[in-house]
């Protein structure tokens, strides 16, 4: 609106000097007209000073014009790079609701490239958005709007702000879909550590109370009832040491110690450990590995930690004579390790989940176990900057796999 205001202000105060000026060259020429005429010159007129001293005012006024607007033209550049830059959207209409901005975070997040040109209603295409910006127009007050849109599993604000001068309204959209999953991790983290915490909390204290009750003069039942506290004891131990590693991983705390190693090195060490539990279950631990795949820059002990885990998961959940692999081979750019196993498999609606904390796809088959193993697993192998995944299928066993990039 300035600049309109500046520009017809300027075209007055043009149109006046002009009149101004070619009144003095008009009274100039009968003066020049006079001197042709006459053989001397007796004085110089006042008109001649008072064209120069136009001359200069008007050099003035247009160099404080030129200056303003380049004033405004830096000021519009800079605006301009902010809202380009904004990731929040910023939607600008007129009073008939026809949009006259439109930075490119708006665009995106309502899918509507060229918004310039269309209408509110075009561009939002939700009514409960276009609502808010409707009441804000019919009552001229700040209008707030969240929705949640699941097909492309968003969660908007749309805050509508009325012009008071033109009419129309500014638009400010947010995309609050990463602090909605925020607010459901901690809901979620907060829920199933309760929950786990419950059931040894809960075992705990009716074996004490049963030894309190006369249990612990009891010769048999007395030192199995220690034998179960130790148990659930540990178990709380291994709850609270497993939840101080996942915040210091997830926190960058960890120091990796990263060294060059030989792929069927990290494996065979891995084996060893688990030699023992797999044959108690009645499996088969066998390595599938090349001896001349490429070394890879890692930390043995983490990268040991997260192949345990796996082994141990498959140990878990695979039947008696059953089979468990430990698998590597390499990839482009890069050593891929995997843990395959001939257990029951995961439900194809819990594979994107396992790597969650606490998550469990069945808690009456698990049995004993945090619910924090694989995502430690997860962020160790991005720590090492990896990536981890898995893939199964009900009833045939599963293939959990992990890729570190070679030294």
Not at 228 to 240: C, G, H, K, W
């Amino acid at each position: 609106m300035l600049p309109y205001l500046l520009f017809g202000l300027t075209l007055i105060a043009l149109a006046w000097f002009a009149w101004q000026y070619f009144n003095l060259r008009r009274r100039l020429d009968e003066y020049a007209l006079e001197l042709r005429r006459a053989k001397t010159i007796e004085s110089v007129p006042e008109d001649v000073n008072r064209l120069e001293d136009l001359s200069n005012a008007v050099k003035s006024f247009l160099s404080n014009f030129n200056l303003q607007l380049s004033t405004l033209g830096a000021e519009h550049k800079r605006l301009a790079a902010v809202l380009e830059q904004m990731t929040d959207g910023v939607l600008i209409a007129d009073v008939r609701g026809q949009i006259q901005f439109a930075n490119p975070a708006a665009e995106k997040l309502f899918e509507s490239p060229n918004a310039v040109g269309r209408t509110v209603v075009e561009v939002i295409r939700h009514h409960q958005l276009v609502e808010a910006w409707r009441h804000c127009q019919q009552t001229n007050e700040i209008q707030s709007e969240s929705v949640e849109l699941p097909a492309r599993r968003q969660f908007l604000q749309l805050i509508a702000i009325p012009d008071q001068h033109a009419g129309g309204s500014l638009l400010l959209v947010q995309d609050l879909t990463r602090v909605r999953r925020l607010e459901t991790v901690r809901r979620d983290f907060i829920s199933n550590i309760s929950h786990e915490l419950r059931t040894p909390l809960a075992s705990l204290k009716a074996l004490t109370e049963t030894l309190r009750d006369g249990a612990l003069s009891d010769p048999e039942a007395g030192p199995r009832f220690l034998g179960r506290i130790a148990t659930e004891v540990d178990a709380l131990t291994q709850m609270a040491q497993e939840l101080l590693d996942l915040s210091k991983i997830e926190s960058g705390q960890v120091a990796l110690d990263l060294t060059s190693i030989l792929p069927k090195t990290l494996l065979a060490s891995a084996a060893d450990r688990m030699k023992l539990q797999a044959e108690r279950a009645g499996l088969i631990l066998q390595m599938v590995c090349d001896d001349d795949l490429p070394n890879v820059r890692a930390d043995q002990a983490r990268l040991e930690q997260v192949l345990v885990n796996l082994i141990h998961n498959a140990v878990k959940f695979t039947r008696p004579g059953g089979e468990v692999a430990l698998l590597a081979d390499s990839v482009s750019g890069a050593v891929r390790f995997g843990v395959r196993d001939t257990g029951i498999g995961i439900p194809s609606d819990d594979v994107p989940r396992v790597f969650e904390r606490f998550y469990r796809v069945d808690r009456s088959r698990t049995g004993s176990g945090t619910g924090l193993g694989l995502s430690i697993a997860r962020h160790i192998v991005e720590a090492h900057d990896g990536k981890i995944w898995v893939e199964s299928e009900e009833g045939k066993g599963s293939i959990f796999y992990f890729m570190i990039p070679v030294a």
